[in-house]
């Protein structure tokens, strides 16, 4: 198994620019979840999804939007870069919510000037 | 408010000496904490889990303490090795926000050859 594989590692973007980070899982996992990282801080979620077709916010989802048409994918949207959303991104997935271990994908570094 | 926080931001090392870093977590209805390793570059690794009903949970050279009383966690890695060198983050779900979880700041563990 792959695991959870991200593209692309590293993008840099400038402000009111759009893109999309993709993420993929192969354990047939029901949840799927994107977090930013910022230095000094830890995880902070932002978009979750409990299967396809469902999907829900987290703490910081301003400025993001999320899909998941399969169990495999969760593309995480910027619609207008800005460059509070400089950050490290984590995509992760597991059997469940909650009270089940996450696993991470390697991360996406986003610069945006 | 919620918060996951830790003691000390850098712990430095021995190798082949023990290793504890704190977490200290204000949500009284968390029920499940997590520690995860991420080394440079990379997502979190899972480490370790405990649910509020153990206050002790060994894994292979790791074994983690909770107490509920003081709001505290702990992680102790026997016999620090180089490669333990890592960002080490508590995680808590509360019982009531199935889908959260909510991330300390991380603590820098360096090892000494």
């Known amino acids: 198994n792959a695991g959870v594989t991200q593209t692309p590692k590293f993008q840099v973007l400038k402000t009111g620019q759009s893109m999309t980070l993709q993420c993929a899982q192969d354990?047939?996992?029901?949840?799927m979840s994107w977090y930013r990282q910022d230095p000094g801080m830890g995880l902070r979620l932002i978009h979750y999804?409990?299967?396809?077709?469902?999907?829900d916010q987290g703490e910081v989802p301003n400025g993001y939007n999320v899909s998941r048409s399969t169990t495999e994918d969760f593309p995480l949207r910027l619609l207008s870069a800005a460059p509070s959303q400089t950050s490290v991104y984590f995509c992760?997935?597991?059997?469940?919510?909650?009270?089940?271990?996450?696993?991470f994908g390697p991360g996406t570094r986003l610069t945006v000037t | 408010g919620e918060s996951v926080g830790l003691h000390l931001p850098t712990l430095s090392v021995q190798e082949g000496d023990n290793s504890i870093i704190n977490c200290a977590y204000s949500?009284?209805?968390?029920?499940?904490f997590i520690w995860y390793k991420q080394e440079s570059g990379k997502g979190p690794q899972f480490i370790i889990d405990i649910r509020s009903n153990m206050d002790k949970r060994q894994g292979q050279r790791v074994t983690v303490l909770l107490n509920k009383t003081v709001k505290h966690l702990s992680l102790q890695i026997a016999a620090t090795q180089p490669g333990d060198s890592a960002v080490y983050f508590c995680?808590?779900?509360?019982?009531?926000?199935?889908?959260?979880?909510?991330f300390g700041s991380g603590t820098r563990l360096l090892v000494r050859p």
């Open positions: 354990m047939n996992h029901e949840y």
């Open positions: 995680a808590e779900n509360p019982w009531d926000s199935s889908y959260k979880l909510i």
């Open positions: 999804s409990v299967g396809a077709g469902i999907t």
């Open positions: 992760a997935s597991s059997y469940g919510m909650g009270q089940y271990e996450q696993y």
């Open positions: 949500n009284s209805a968390s029920d499940y």
